[in-house]
């Protein structure tokens, strides 16, 4: 159980810079290019740390590939860095370095490098969920910005599902389907400094239910979607308006739309919104969408990363009024 209150654990990590240098920033990939690029998910052991090459002791293979005992990891499969900023000259800081801890378990999802018996992570911050002392996992289900804090059965249960789902690999165990069902029929939870230990545990266990329905395609019931998408917590409503858009209410890009439109919504889940009709390509919304667009906010959103992350190279709308002018710009 969690010690503290985590209002989401929106990770920000901020690169010492020991020297001036060149920044390197990259488009950091969601949960599910991570999962659909790696070949296998397993548990492992750092046995040997730099910030080149980190060996690993495999514990157990979860999906995919069989890594063998002894696992190499001395590199990236994602395409980065996207560009570099510069902070005054010199050469590239170790932003790119690996960041393993000598002694942690962590899940990896590894791919197999082309050549050689090594394998590679996606980037310095995504492809990998620590296993703290206390038996939690730090996971992301979404993008590695926004990390839960969740008990290892729900992890493995999770994304082994989605692992094998993205792979095409054979249907999740009904235990998914439960879980998910389980959760949403809950209360929606809050996080902050205000919640107790259970709710913030709860909604942990929910965001990873939503998110896990939202990557797997699995339609959630529209009553329990309705009450997450009307809950206060900004996360929860991204997470409901991302399993929305793999509902299959007859009224579901409706319900997208009325949400875009809501000013009593979070703005940023709003944006989220607009890129789920974007990813259903939901165009019977065109018109209403166009009607909208000159009364839709230029406020800044953004996912939560620091101008010192590199992470901030992620591209994302800058606003409500962006995210809908890109919208409509696929449908010319």
């Known amino acids: 159980m969690l010690k503290r209150p ?13 020297s001036p240098a060149f920044a390197a920033v990259w488009d950091e990939p969601w949960h599910r290019e991570v999962v659909s690029r790696a070949h296998t998910l397993g548990l492992y052991d750092v046995v040997t740390a730099s910030p080149t090459k980190t060996i690993f002791k495999r ?4 999906a995919g590939a069989n890594t063998g005992e002894a696992v190499e990891v001395d590199g990236l499969y994602a395409t980065i860095p996207l560009a570099t900023s510069s902070r005054g000259g010199g050469r590239p800081d170790d932003e790119l370095a690996l960041r393993f801890g000598l002694g942690r378990r962590y899940y990896l999802f590894l791919q197999k490098a082309q050549s050689g018996g090594a394998w590679r992570i996606a980037t310095p911050t995504t492809g990998f969920a ?24 729900t992890y493995e249960l999770t ?5 094998t789902a993205l ?21 929606p939870a809050g996080a902050g400094a205000g ?81 789920m009709i974007r990813e ?36 994302f709308p800058d606003s409500l009024r962006d995210a809908l002018d890109r919208l409509l710009a696929t449908w010319k």
């Open 195 to 275: 919640a107790s230990t259970e709710e913030q545990a709860r909604f942990f266990s929910q965001h990873a239910a939503l998110e896990t329905a939202y990557l797997i395609g699995y339609s959630v019931n529209r009553d329990a979607l309705t009450k997450f998408l009307a809950a206060p917590f900004f996360h929860t409503q991204i997470s409901a308006v991302r399993a929305l858009a793999k509902a299959d209410p007859k009224d579901r890009n409706s319900m997208l739309m009325a949400f875009v439109t809501d000013d009593t919504r979070n703005l940023l889940a709003r944006v989220f919104a607009v890129q």
């Open 130 to 153: 620590e296993l703290r002392a206390d038996g939690m996992v730090v996971a992301t289900f979404r993008h590695s910005l926004h990390k839960a804090v969740v008990d290892t059965a």
């Open 6 to 18: 985590v209002a989401f654990l929106a990770v920000a990590v901020s690169m010492a810079l020991l």
């Open 167 to 187: 792979h095409n690999a054979g249907r999740c165990q009904d235990e998914v389907y439960q879980f998910i069902n389980a959760q949403v029929a809950l209360e």
């Open 59 to 62: 514990v157990k293979t979860l």
């Open 280 to 315: 259903i390509d939901a165009r019977d919304l065109k018109a209403q969408i166009e009607e909208y667009r000159p009364k839709a906010s230029q406020e800044p959103v953004g996912l939560g990363a620091r101008i010192t992350d590199s992470r901030i190279g992620t591209d």
């Open 159 to 163: 994304q082994t599902c989605i692992f």
